[in-house]
């Protein structure tokens, strides 16, 4: 190999690099999954449950099928293959059979030729519902009918509860969880169903290939696992299947999930045309899966001089009518119960149960937001009690590199918790700004018709980890093909799903450096061309990417040395280091490490908060985040900027709101997102400390900043009020105290 | 479901459809006259991804029907760029790394080149409350800040 590498103006690992896609997606041209179109293509529509328990008795077809442009009306009975499908467990209808279990669980299926035709032939399916009492309370659900008596989820490992509707039950016994200490703080805290709310709804094109297979165009965060969930439901092989990535608009864990991919092959090899399904805002708020509600119980029991020594957690997660990624969301949220602090005797439980209301999965921090939320609420109370500066508090327990997890796993890589809650601590937060001033710039914006008479400031902080790849013996790899040409160009095939987070500029930086050439495309993500990514889920896909697209390259080139020149084209898989289940009844990891790596991230918040009206006003974001390397730095910060507005809307307005398992909130007038005039300036620090086991030393940066901004926001509101708030997200009722 | 024929002009090219009549514009730009840029994610006029200018002012094009476009002027996202150069606000998106998923762009970009031609040097809170109307799930709106500032230079 030559020594001195090429010169390139742009684009290495390390640089700050224009997206490939800005262009198109500035100009409108970039086609996202709604954008499709096709020769003769048919609109899809389904039909879904008004009732979040029924047992079906009948469905009558016959006014819809007569209906204006119909082509195709289907039900349970035209599911070709498997009737049952689930991201990890075969737990949900492809279409509901003589039972739905939530509000919004598809029915029926319609193509027409116009939207319009498909919707108002949906209204003319007649069926008979003989309603059910829901199980709406997460609470009383273990002793409650079982909604699947079959208990999809049992077995896998797992530890064996009894009791119907357990999605998982996890015991982590660490240490003496029965040792008492000089101080105890107790709290009980709950987080609302937050939801993904990514702007691109639901939506994709599927094409019969005319042989009997189908060509699916979807937004989606795992091609490779669509496909396998996808094939069987049709009765097809899975190379008959072939997933394709269109644009994709946001995911933030919504699309691990199928949405349309089924139901728009049903229809497109039933009618032999290809058929286009989108969502509305209303049908995407049913349509995905949400982030878990939780209700958490927590003592900390600590020495006079604010060592922790024992944390005692119950958690309680309400996963829904299916099980999605439920199983692994309770282990997270067990996990990182403690925070990122070193404590010796721990005894934490989590459940996850099957309830009626709205299925929960995957969303962005995947169980250590909402105990995050917890446990720094519980240090802020802590340090109270002890009197102890709440930083400091933190410094004196914080974990690192080598120290021990409850669940007996060592933390073999880079944990800088201490560095990012110094650095977090160290960044001036900005002066307390005079009244009287624009109303605008008061809590609750231009609705404020005071001069600020009850505006009280609050500083809050907080700090939070998660892991990095899949967990607990998942065999987590991704695949990557490097395509040299003669002429020294290169294509990458890679499958690992580009949804806004900037990984297509990843594995091009990646095949650069390794190439030493900027003549670099990256092939249009499919399951055609290459191997499995994994998902783009679990803040691994960086990681993950990168490892695959250097190792491809690295063969690449050795290969063409072997042959001396010419054209090659390699496939290489990727794995991470090895994770080992947790043992069943003590929930310690079985071999070296059940999760792969961690990142943390630290926070500081000002907030004002009209302590009389009950509004709220985010000043100022301060964070510090361990990165392990930024790959693209520009992009880094785009992410931790977007994740703090995401935990900020958890903490202030984001929540589905359901009576007895109906949404009562679909659509962007009541669910809110945080605007241009709730997000302040987020000023964000980069702690690079390479990890050893990763490619390049890169760690996932997506999720830790979600994982803290919630708690740091409501620590901040704390200062500011007085109050405990101990629910998000925090109404103005909690603030005023009625 | 033809029910009727509009003329308009979009990005400055005459064009008719036969549209139905429930149609928004929106729909119409994007299923019936191949301009899909402009981004269909609420439809209910609560996120501005649809952000196009009907006769110079500012609207949702989900909130305006086919019909009412009939014999009017509209210039959607595609029609900023001239002469194959993008429009600042455009470019200053790209620089500034204001695009993630981009799915809020094409209406982020409309509405602040909109902003930026009455208000050629606004103030942060100007440029918050033009843009408060566009909802960004990415960004957390820093990125997009930086851009409008930039364009605005």
Request: proline fraction near 6%; charged fraction near 20%.
């Amino acid at each position: 190999m030559s020594t001195t590498a090429p010169k390139l103006e742009l684009g290495r690992v390390g640089e700050i690099v224009p997206r490939a896609d800005g262009i198109p997606k500035v100009t409108g041209e970039f086609a996202y999954s709604s954008d499709l179109n096709a020769a003769g293509m048919l609109w899809g529509h389904t039909l879904r449950s008004p009732h979040s328990h029924a047992r079906i008795t009948g469905i009558d077809l016959s006014a819809a099928l007569a209906a204006p442009g119909v082509h195709a009306v289907l039900t349970h009975e035209d599911v070709p293959g498997e009737k049952l499908y689930g991201l990890e467990f075969q737990d949900q209808p492809v279409l509901a059979v003589d039972r739905v279990r939530y509000y919004g669980e598809p029915v029926a299926l319609v193509a027409a030729e116009h939207p319009e035709q498909a919707r108002r032939a949906a209204e003319l399916i007649r069926v008979d519902y003989e309603p059910l009492a829901p199980i709406a309370d997460a609470e009383t659900a273990t002793e409650q009918e079982p909604l699947h008596p079959d208990r999809p989820t049992m077995g896998h490992g797992y530890r064996d509860d009894p009791r119907p509707n357990i999605v998982r039950s996890l015991v982590i016994r660490h240490g003496d969880p029965d040792v008492e200490a000089d101080v105890s703080v107790s709290g009980v805290y709950e987080v609302g169903i937050q939801d993904q709310a990514f702007l691109g709804p639901e939506s994709g094109l599927c094409v019969p290939d005319g042989e009997g297979g189908v060509d699916v165009y979807v937004a989606t965060q795992w091609l490779h696992v669509d496909r396998d969930q996808v094939a069987p439901c049709l009765g097809l092989k899975p190379e008959q299947v072939r997933i394709h990535l269109a644009g994709v608009g946001g995911a933030f864990g919504g699309r691990e999930d199928l949405s349309m991919q089924i139901h728009g092959s049903m229809l497109a090899l039933h009618t032999n045309r290809p058929v286009k399904i989108v969502y509305n805002r209303e049908e995407s708020f049913v349509g995905h899966i949400h982030r878990h509600p939780a209700k958490i119980w927590m003592e900390h029991r600590a020495t006079r001089d604010g060592k922790l020594v024992n944390v005692r957690v119950r958690i309680l997660l309400d996963g829904g009518a299916y099980a999605s990624s439920s199983t692994a969301v309770t282990s997270n949220a067990a996990s990182f119960a403690c925070g990122p602090y070193q404590v010796d005797n721990a005894l934490i439980e989590s459940l996850c149960v099957y309830t009626n209301n709205p299925p929960c999965g995957a969303m962005r921090g995947f169980g250590a937001v909402q105990v995050c939320f917890a446990h720094e609420a519980q240090m802020d109370k802590l340090a109270a009690a002890l009197d102890i500066d709440p930083i400091e508090l933190r410094l004196l327990n914080a974990l690192q590199s080598g120290d021990t997890m409850p669940t007996g796993q060592t933390i073999a890589g880079t944990l800088p918790v201490a560095e990012v809650i110094r650095r977090a601590a160290a960044l001036p937060v900005p002066e307390q700004e005079e009244l009287p001033r624009d109303p605008l710039r008061l809590p609750g914006g231009s609705g404020n018709t005071t001069r600020g008479e009850g505006v009280k400031r609050g500083v809050g902080f907080a700090v939070g980890f998660k892991n990095i790849g899949y967990s607990e013996g998942f065999d987590d790899y991704t695949a990557a093909r490097v395509r040299l040409d003669a002429d020294g160009s290169a294509e990458i095939h890679c499958a690992a799903a580009e949804v806004g987070q900037g990984v297509a500029g990843v594995i091009l930086q990646v095949a650069r450096t390794e190439l030493g050439t900027e003549d670099v495309t990256l092939a249009p993500h499919t399951t055609a061309t290459v191997g499995s990514a994994g998902s783009a889920s679990a803040s691994r896909m960086t990681w993950m990417a990168s490892g695959a697209v250097r190792d491809a390259c690295r063969a690449a080139l050795e290969e063409r040395d072997r042959n001396g020149g010419g054209a090659v084209d390699v496939e290489r898989i990727y794995r991470h280091p090895r994770t080992s289940p947790l043992d069943p009844e003590t929930g310690q990891t079985t071999g070296e490490r059940s999760h792969v790596a961690y990142a943390c991230a630290a926070m500081r918040v000002v907030a004002e908060v009209d302590v009389e009206l009950g509004l709220t006003r985010i000043v100022w974001i301060g964070t510090a985040q361990d990165v392990g390397k930024a790959v693209n730095p520009q992009a880094v910060t785009g992410q931790i900027e977007g994740g703090a507005a995401q935990g900020l809307g958890l903490a202030l307005m984001e929540e589905i709101q359901t009576r007895d398992g109906l949404i009562t909130n679909a659509s962007f007038t009541d669910y809110l997102i945080p605007t241009t005039l709730d997000m302040p300036p987020v000023v964000s620090e980069l702690v690079e400390h390479p990890d050893p086991d990763a490619p390049y030393g890169v760690k996932g940066v997506g999720e830790p900043p979600t994982v803290v901004s919630t708690a740091a926001v409501v620590s901040a509101l704390r200062v500011a009020t007085g109050r405990e708030l101990t629910r998000v997200p925090v109404r103005p009722d909690d603030i005023v105290g009625l | 479901m033809f029910g009727m024929r509009i003329w308009l002009r979009v990005n400055g090219e005459p064009v008719e459809a036969d549209i139905w009549e429930g149609e928004s514009l929106l729909y119409v730009l994007r299923e019936r006259l191949g301009y899909p840029g402009s981004k269909n994610a609420c439809e209910q006029g609560e996120c501005g991804s649809c952000s196009v200018m009907l006769d110079g002012k500012l609207v949702c094009a989900c909130l305006v029907l086919g019909a009412q476009a009939d014999g009017h002027e509209v210039v959607t996202v595609e029609g900023l760029s001239e002469d194959g150069r993008l429009h600042r606000v455009q470019e200053a998106f790209v620089v500034a790394g204001a695009v993630q998923c981009g799915f809020c762009t094409p209406g982020l970009v409309v509405a602040a080149a909109d902003l930026l031609q009455h208000r050629p040097d606004p103030s942060d809170d100007e440029i918050r409350e033009a843009l408060s109307g566009n909802l960004c799930r990415c960004t957390g709106y820093a990125k997009i800040f930086d851009a409008v500032r930039l364009a605005a230079r």
